[in-house]
């Protein structure tokens, strides 16, 4: 655990944690392994809820055999709680594990109650307002944290769970210009409205919470999207958020849950590698423009004109999204199975995966280092050496 640093605690449920939140990343990117290893710092780690069959060689197996919808929910919420349990004994008791739930799955409500079920201590939901997370959550006590992008989401959030008595214990504000995967937009060219502006964020929550009555500290606000050094973290806390979350640097930690290929892509990535497009969510999303990116924008457009307004049987059956564009025929939609492609990014297939990332630089460069480096650089902005004998080196 990290000790010396200059930074006010992040207190959540009364929980005093360091002020670094590590973002929820599917499919798999973020499990046990990843989100255990941010809590035993002391932190806040999340796994993200959507398929984590893909870690369980017994569950992809029965699977197999039984490649029906009915046997792909069990065996993800199966997984689910196989992780939360791991995470949460990895983690000794120290810090929080969240886990992160996307407003526009369509078996959010089953990942929820897994989430309580299994002894998880916060519950993150973006991809959509989380208006209903209060009634879903009812009877147990665990963090609620939405993920917003502006003053309005979080106003509005504020006003519709008071009537309901009850405050989110965090809010999260994702930059969409910034952070990696799903963007909380509803086109690309609205990523770099002023609206989305930290400092002016942090300025009109001010004014939203006097007028509600509320006190500053009654909900802890974590700036997410960019962030990567020290004198970002100090910068936006001294500003006057609680918290900071960042998910790639995370990802590409020695104990992120992907394959050593996935970090390799993302650490390799050059600026002019990174792309936005529009997923088959119907929200914009950033990655890098690996083999199957580059081919599938290349005919993009084509892929729309000749089939963007046809129905599709869902290829893995899962059925994950509420609203998807290739099964359900929204032509203005993205066009390909988004949990196949998350899937091969997560074992390391470089030419067909989906590999979702941040448009920043990382901390470290090209070199692959551990949470507890990236925690310590994040805090107090010491770059010690790589340690001897461990997983360690550049990509370059």
Known sequence: MLHSHSFSPLVIRGRSLLPIVQGGMGVGVSAHRLAGSVAREGALGTIASIDLRHHHP???????QSPERATL?????????????????LSEGRGMIAVNVMKAVSAQADYVRVACESGADAIVMGAGLPLDLPEMTQGHDIALIPILSDSRGVSLVLKKWMKKGRLPDA?????????????????IADMNDPRFDFMRILEELDAVFVSLGLDRRDVPLILAGGINSHEAVRRLLDAGANGVQLGTPFAVTEEGDAHPNFKRVLAEAAPEDIVEFVSVTGLPARAVKTPWLTRYLRHEARIREKVGALRHACPTALECLSVCGWRDGVEKFGHFCIDTRLAAALRGDVANGLFFRGKEALPFGTA??????LIELLLTGAMRPAVAGRWAFSLG
């Open 58 to 64: 017994d569950l992809v197996e029965r699977c197999r």
């Open 73 to 89: 929910d069990e065996a993800n919420l199966t997984a689910l709680a196989r992780e939360i349990h791991a995470a949460k004994t």
């Open 171 to 187: 809010v999260v504000i994702e930059h969409p210009a910034h952070a990696g995967g799903h963007l909380g937009v509803s086109n």
């Open 368 to 373: 692959i280092r551990s949470v507890h480096d």
